[in-house]
Nanobody, 123 residues
């Protein structure tokens, strides 16, 4: 099992910055991706940014140029720095860890989610 603890949610000021952190605990064996997702009301949860165990990052188009994801493998932590915030960035952000296993010759993915952290707007 992987447990994920998110922190850093807070009020968003348009044009401002906010940092989110996700700390993983438990077995990280075969966990090859850690990432942040967000879900606006009425929408499906969508990728914001993710980082692989090799350090490769992937960003949603809405995050490119504004958000930066960094990983600290030793402390099993990922940090999402969000800049130039917009009203549409206000929603619930959740951290996800993905474990990849080969079972019976087949690849299986296991996803673990944090509780989520609210990034509300100031209105």
């Amino acid at each position: 099992q992987v447990q994920l603890m998110e922190s850093g949610g807070g009020l968003v000021h348009p044009g401002g910055s906010l940092s989110l952190s996700c700390v993983a605990s438990g077995s990280m064996l075969r966990v090859n991706v850690l990432g942040w997702y967000r879900q606006a009301p009425g929408n499906q949860r969508a990728l914001v940014a993710a980082i692989t165990s090799g350090g490769t990052t992937d960003y949603a188009d809405a995050a490119k140029g504004r958000f930066a994801l960094s990983g600290d493998k030793a402390n099993k932590t990922v940090h999402l720095q969000m800049n130039s915030l917009k009203p549409e960035d206000t929603t619930v952000y959740s951290c996800k860890a993905r474990r990849k296993l080969i079972v019976g010759g087949k690849t299986k993915m296991y996803d673990y989610w944090g509780q989520g952290t609210q990034v509300p707007d100031t209105s």
